[in-house]
């Protein structure tokens, strides 16, 4: 995070210690007179700047906090999902792994992983639960969780918890109770804010979309602010009118204009697994946005495993997103992917083949090592094979 120049740190620190009738009356005077002060070709004039400035301004990149574009300093993670599906239990999962710099499931290393595998710090304010349950939780988790020595220490250090862990009653459209959240950030330096659940820290009427609106606002201010990720766990409507994407969520429309990403969290109809897809993605990469993925909870570590049957395979698919029209080589997805070949080629193969196959396979060419072959993503409109290529999977 960026440093706060020394005078702005005692401006606050004097403006801290008046009523708050005073404080809001000295903020309008130092605004004013501000206006008042400045040169009178700088009153009131537009930032605007030509194209070719404002290139050559250097605006700092922080990039995501965890990727690929999931949470993003400044920004608001809205998780939604219906109420008893393990919401939070999952969100304490991935801060845990997170603070260790782990990616949440080991057989998916590039996704929902910490920028460049560092410790991610998240403070966790809960506004409803029991202390004890929510500690016995925790505790259960970091237990049984698959970590070196090194690596707990780090998740010890960088998961931060309000108060015992319980209703902590804090409401982001108070101004006191604002003012206090922002004191903890500036002095504890969280990556990621997380506020369980969205509903219960803002006391508007949540029928009333503007004042949804104003609670947002404030959080996402203090996240520019303090350079930090909001992460808000939220319930889903129970009609089911619109069961899809972005309008599943309560107050949908302005959520939906107001936070950079959107993850629902779904239980298959039989109970045996759960789902994570993102409904909105802002800063997706140039993939586009992931493909959802199944997990299933095991009731004995508190924790998640990938319920896919081939995470390399996923893994495979994802590398040949940045090219889709391109065609790969075994050896071109060996190197990408730091995988052994057999592996590779076995993933490919079961990638060509069944009911839905998702890549296209011919033959390398002259010259190919071994006769090998080449594949490509499955295009829905044409399967681009050369004639007599003896293309597969169709």
Not at 227 to 249: I, T
């Amino acid at each position: 995070m960026s440093a706060t120049p020394e005078w702005v740190l005692k401006a606050q620190k004097n403006l801290a210690s008046m009523p708050e009738d005073e404080r809001d009356r000295y903020l309008k005077q130092i605004a004013m007179g501000a206006v008042a002060q400045a040169p009178d070709e700088e009153v009131g004039k537009p930032p605007v700047t030509t194209l070719r400035d404002y290139l050559a301004t250097e605006i700092p990149n922080p990039g995501a906090i965890i990727e690929p574009g999931l949470f993003v300093p400044g920004e608001i993670t809205l998780f939604h999902a219906r109420a008893g599906k393990g919401k939070s239990t999952l969100a304490i999962n991935r801060m845990i792994r997170w603070a260790a710099g782990l990616p949440l499931l080991p057989e998916l290393p590039n996704m929902m992983v910490p920028r460049d595998n560092k410790p991610v710090r998240s403070l966790v304010i809960e506004n409803e639960g029991s202390a004890g349950m929510f500690q016995e939780r925790v505790r259960d988790i970091l237990k049984a969780a698959d970590m070196t020595t090194q690596q707990k220490n780090d998740a010890l250090d960088n998961f931060l918890v309000w108060g015992d862990g319980s209703y902590s009653g804090l409401k982001v459209d108070n101004d006191a109770d604002l003012g206090v959240i922002r004191r903890a950030c500036r002095d504890w330096n969280p990556d990621i804010l997380f506020l369980d659940p969205f509903r219960s820290i803002w006391k508007g009427d949540e029928n009333d979309l503007s004042e949804m609106e104003a609670a947002l606002d404030n959080l996402q201010q203090l996240a520019v602010e303090l350079e930090f990720a909001v992460y808000l766990p939220h319930h889903e409507r129970k009609s089911n009118e619109n069961p899809d994407g972005m309008d599943a969520a309560r107050g949908g429309t302005t959520l939906e204009g107001k936070v950079a990403t959107m993850e629902r969290w779904q239980h298959s109809k039989k109970g045996d697994y759960s789902t994570l897809s993102w409904t909105k993605m802002r800063y997706a990469p140039k993939t586009g946005v992931p493909e959802p993925i199944d997990m299933q909870f095991n009731f004995e570590t508190n924790g998640y495993r990938y319920r896919g049957e081939d995470a390399l395979g996923r893994r495979i698919l994802d590398a040949m997103k940045v090219a889709p029209t391109e065609w790969y080589r075994v050896q071109d997805l060996v190197d990408e992917l730091d995988e052994a070949e057999r592996k590779v080629r076995d993933s490919l193969t079961a990638l060509t083949v069944g009911d839905k196959p998702q890549l296209v396979k011919k033959s390398g060419g002259p010259g190919s090592r071994g006769g090998g072959f080449r594949y490509k993503l499955k295009s829905e409109l044409e399967m681009e094979a050369e004639p007599g290529e003896g293309a597969v999977g169709f």
